[in-house]
């Protein structure tokens, strides 16, 4: 299972981006999807996170500016960042856990570079 994430860009204090995220696979079916980032000397740190039965859960650093929504079907996640700041700036990761046949593993995306100027 491979994931490709695209969306991430340059953006002034205030804009939007949106983040997308697709796993491969015919045989994955995702339960948990989730955005994750790492600003350069920190940890990477939970953005959102949705479940295929429950509702979505966000850090507190972006509740209420952030949204996260999903397309079962092709395996999709997205992530729509309204009202950036440069606290926002990082390296965004798609994290994407389900079952793979009669394996049940995660498999991460390979980073797409959000920076937000002041």
């Known amino acids: 299972v491979q994931l490709q994430a695209s969306g991430g860009g340059l953006v002034q204090t205030g804009g939007s981006l949106r983040l997308s995220c697709t796993a491969s696979?015919?045989?994955?079916?995702?339960?948990?999807m989730a955005w994750y980032r790492q600003a350069r000397g920190n940890q990477r740190e939970l953005v959102a996170r949705s479940l295929a039965t429950a509702g979505p859960t966000y850090g507190a650093a972006v509740k209420g500016r952030f949204a996260i929504s999903r397309e079962n079907a092709n395996n999709t996640v997205y992530l729509q960042m309204n009202d950036l700041t440069p606290e926002d700036t990082a390296v965004y990761y798609c994290?994407?856990?389900?079952?793979?046949?009669?394996?049940?593993?995660?498999?991460w995306g390979q980073g797409t570079q959000v920076t937000v100027s002041s």
């Open positions: 994290f994407q856990q389900g079952s793979l046949g009669t394996y049940y593993d995660g498999f």
């Open positions: 696979g015919s045989f994955f079916r995702a339960n948990t």
